[in-house]
Structure formats: C-alpha cells, structure tokens
T-cell receptor, first 112, second 114 residues
Framework: GDSVTQMEGPVTLSEEAFLTINCTYT??????LFWYVQYPGEGLQLLLK?????DKGSNKGFEATYRKETTSFHLEKGSVQVSDSAVYFC???????????FGTGTKLQVIP | GAGVSQSPSNKVTEKGKDVELRCDPI?????LYWYRQRLGQGLEFLIY????????KSGLPSDRFSAERTGESVSTLTIQRTQQEDSAVYLC????????????FGPGTRLTVL
C-alpha cells in the first residue's frame, strides 16, 4: 500500500542554517505530495504542495520538488528562523487515492 | 470565515465508558477526515467521508470505533468501551472535493482514558 517515510527528528539547527527534511514515498498511482506544518499550540496547516512530477511547491521560503525517479519530496529552506520551529509532516493523496497518508512528522527546533 | 471546530477540546474518561467526539467542518466542504495522533507519533487515518458516498472506514482500528456524518455537515466519532490505548489527540479535517485539495484541520480533541 501507499506509505510515506520521513527522517526522524528532532532536528536542531542554529538560526540561518540550511534545512533539509527528507521524505520518500511509496505509491502505485500518481499522487499529489504535501508538506503540512504544526506550530506549537496550533493546528496542522498546509505549507506547500506539488501535484505532478517535477513540480516545485514553495511557500514562506520553503521548497520541495516532486521527484518521481527517486520517489522523494524533500523539504528545504536556505536560512531557517526561530519562528520555523515546528513539526513538519510529509503526506500524499489524490491521484486516485481518496485519503491522505501522512508521515510520522519531523520536529524542527531552531536556536538563536 | 469559521474554520473547522471540534468539541470537546479535552475529554477525560474512565476505561470502559463510551465517548463521542464532534467535528464541525467548514461550510461547503464535501470531504471530512478523522485522524488519530498518539503522543510523539504521526497521524493515523481513521475514516473518510465524501459527500453522500459510502465512507472509507478502512482505518478504524476496531469495531469499537464508529463515525457518522449527516450530509455534508457535522460528524461524530464514537468510541465504545474505551481502552487506555485509545488515549490520543483526535483530529478532524475537511476539504473541498478530492484528496488532492488542501485539508483544513481542527484543533483536535485530546482524549485521556484512565
């Protein structure tokens, strides 16, 4: 069945460091891929998405490219801020799937 | 406009009791999802409603769990004879149309079974 695998956290970075959170997926169809973010004390919200191969989703300085050949959707940001501290979830859905499958989440802590 | 709301925000119950959790989706959203998030773990899919179609119940962990939705409005998740392993945050999300679209999440109900 479909599944999403994320790198385990927590990830601790200094402010202005480069961030990569790895995400790979297994799917038989052509799903859309998502990154959701959960800030402390808040609900999950969509960060970015990509709906087909080679698409790049971007928002708030974060980017992720849908790589069908490596079945990956890694999240990157060139310079993290303390306010980026949150839990990040990779997910897949659509493309014939009627439900969205989430990864286990990666906690990011950015220190000043 | 109003987002997805859930009630209660916290529920403490004794083992063996039944609990009912409520979700009010965003008006006009045809799809509604329930997830379970255990402490330190990811989101576990429970059930999915899409309009008037039969729900996808494939994620319900046992027959103690059930959910209903009236049309495209409120949904209730019922857990019968609660067990300690049912303790978790139960999240509801709604979206307009298919799973490819953005899901909007409620704040969750934190369930503690003593």
């Amino acid at each position: 069945g479909d599944s999403v695998t994320q790198m385990e956290g927590p990830v601790t970075l200094s402010e202005e460091a480069f961030l990569t959170i790895n995400c790979t997926y297994t799917a038989t169809g052509y799903p859309s891929l998502f990154w959701y973010v959960q800030y402390p004390g808040e609900g999950l919200q969509l960060l970015l998405k990509a709906t087909k191969a080679d698409d790049k989703g971007s928002n708030k300085g974060f980017e992720a490219t849908y790589r069908k050949e490596t079945t990956s959707f890694h999240l990157e940001k060139g310079s993290v801020q303390v306010s980026d501290s949150a839990v990040y979830f990779c997910a897949l859905g659509g493309g014939g799937y009627q439900k969205v499958t989430f990864g286990t989440g990666t906690k990011l802590q950015v220190i000043p | 406009g109003a987002g997805v709301s859930q009630s209660p925000s916290n529920k403490v119950t004794e083992k063996g009791k039944d609990v009912e959790l409520r979700c009010d989706p965003i008006s006009g959203h045809t799809a509604l999802y329930w997830y379970r998030q255990r402490l330190g773990q990811g989101l576990e899919f429970l059930i999915y409603f899409q309009g008037n179609s039969a729900p996808d119940k494939s994620g319900l962990p046992s027959d103690r769990f059930s959910a209903e939705r009236t049309g495209e409005s409120v949904s209730t998740l019922t857990i019968q004879r609660t067990q300690q392993e049912d303790s978790a945050v139960y999240l509801c999300a709604s979206s307009y149309g298919l799973a490819v679209n953005e899901q909007f999440f409620g704040p969750g109900t934190r369930l503690t079974v003593l």
